[in-house]
């Protein structure tokens, strides 16, 4: 391991910057961009966008590539109800015939801001109970240009009553927990980038934790369950999880973010998410998947491995899988470091830290040593190539799987 260490090292050079607040965006007017979750429980989000324009042809785009997802799951196909206004007249638009993410729009004379609004259908992290918000599902920003370079300021309507947690700078109302009120929770001006970064977890039965006082910046357990008791994790759990984010500082010995936010949902109906940010983590699992040792050991090591991922992918990023905007398709090829070695690291934290016991962790590895043995597949097709081609393994179709392999990069990397 530690000659993959070095060459992580070595290989990835590229940086990836936090810009949690403002500073040097102020010379452009932010997007702004409030996504109202009042219908999250049918499975519809709303969004009203304010675009900065000026006469002419204008193109603009949704994201297609997903960072951490590591191929082209854009939501482009939920998103309905589209409708672009200026000083209240409808403009008509045309979808690229070849780019299908791209919306082209002819920009009136004296108008200086575009309205849109758009619905989108969310049918995976949502139940009736909580709701994920990936700004992917609402997005839409002027086409070709860096993402990092487009200001945006987001603000999020919640169902009443219902908790917000995020990594996003609430603006007006305080912070940590955002609270709960009837109407739009703004937040500081950010880049599309960082926005695409910063998912908001809300929900009835929601709950902030903070974890490891003594450690600076700080870090929160957001969690939202469809039950109310899950959301109150037991003390054993929270115990564990604090000794996550000390073992992590006494193993990665720096912080790049302000703060960090575990986003974790409890739920039997939302379906699954692992999805790493640089100051949060989606962590979605079964409702009852805290609940005591013998349910956790299933998820015992996601914590760990979405976090690790702050620092291996986010802060640091192999060449290949950094695209300046979310049109450009990402490059897998080092895949076997960004999620090779998170996949190490995350289950030595899980152990390190109580989520799974030392001897748990020992299985974990003969398991994977005992599946790597049976898979002929590596007779033919290198773990570097389940990598580069992960955009067309993650489907999992599993016919024929031990011949075909899968993604092998997290364990065999
Ligand atoms: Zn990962």
């Known amino acids: 391991m530690r000659r993959n260490l070095l060459a992580f090292f070595a290989i990835t050079i590229l940086t990836v910057l936090f810009t949690a607040s403002a500073s040097g965006q102020s010379q452009k007017p932010p997007i702004q961009i409030t996504a109202d979750l009042s219908d999250a429980p049918r499975k519809l989000f709303h969004a009203e966008v304010d675009l900065p324009v ?31 206004t200026a000083k209240g007249q409808t ?26 609004h758009l619905d989108a259908i969310v ?30 300021q987001p603000s999020v309507i919640v169902p009443a009553g219902w908790g ?26 950010t880049n599309v980038e960082q926005l695409e970064d910063s998912p908001i977890l809300t929900g009835q039965y929601f709950q902030e934790f903070a974890l490891a006082p003594e450690i600076s910046p700080k870090h929160y357990m957001d969690v939202a369950s469809d039950i109310a008791e899950d959301s109150n994790l037991r003390p054993e759990a929270l115990a564990e999880i604090t000794n996550l984010v000390r073992e992590a500082d006494a193993l990665y010995r720096s912080h790049h973010y302000n703060q960090y936010h575990f986003l974790l949902s409890l739920s039997d109906t939302a379906g699954g998410v692992g ?22 050991l299933g ?19 192999p060449i290949g899988l950094y695209q300046t905007d979310f049109a450009t398709a990402q490059q897998g090829a080092l895949l076997w470091v960004y999620e090779g070695m998170t996949q190490y690291l ?27 043995d049976y898979t002929p597949g590596r007779e033919w097709r290198s773990t570097e190539d389940t990598a580069v081609a992960a955009s067309i393994l993650r489907d999992g179709n599993p016919a024929w799987s031990s011949w075909k392999r899968g993604q092998d990069y997290y364990d065999e990397g």
């Open 275 to 296: 999805l790493e940010h640089g100051q949060s983590s989606e962590n979605g699992i079964g409702e009852k998947a805290f609940s005591d040792e013998d349910h956790q």
């Open 346 to 372: 995350g289950n030595v934290l899980a152990a390190r830290s109580g989520l799974r016991s030392q001897t748990e962790y020992r299985d974990v590895l003969a398991s994977s040593a005992a599946n790597l």
């Open 54 to 84: 000026t006469e002419g042809p204008l193109t603009v785009i949704t994201p297609k590539w997903i960072p951490g997802d590591h191929r082209p799951t854009g939501p482009v196909d939920g998103i309905t109800g589209v409708v672009f």
């Open 123 to 152: 049918l995976t992290n949502v139940s009736p109970k909580l709701a994920y918000l990936e700004w992917d599902k609402l997005m839409l920003y002027p086409a070709n240009v860096p993402v990092r370079d487009i200001p945006i």
């Open 91 to 116: 403009l008509p638009w045309r979808r690229d015939d070849v780019d299908l993410y791209e919306f082209h729009l002819t920009i009136p004379a004296g108008v200086s801001t575009l309205h849109a």
């Open 299 to 317: 998820d015992a090591d996601l914590l760990a491995h979405e976090f690790t991922h702050s620092w291996n992918g986010k802060y640091r990023r």
């Open 164 to 189: 917000i947690g995020t990594a996003l700078t609430p603006i007006g109302r305080g912070a940590n927990p955002v609270p709960a009120w009837g109407g739009a929770t703004h937040f500081a001006v």
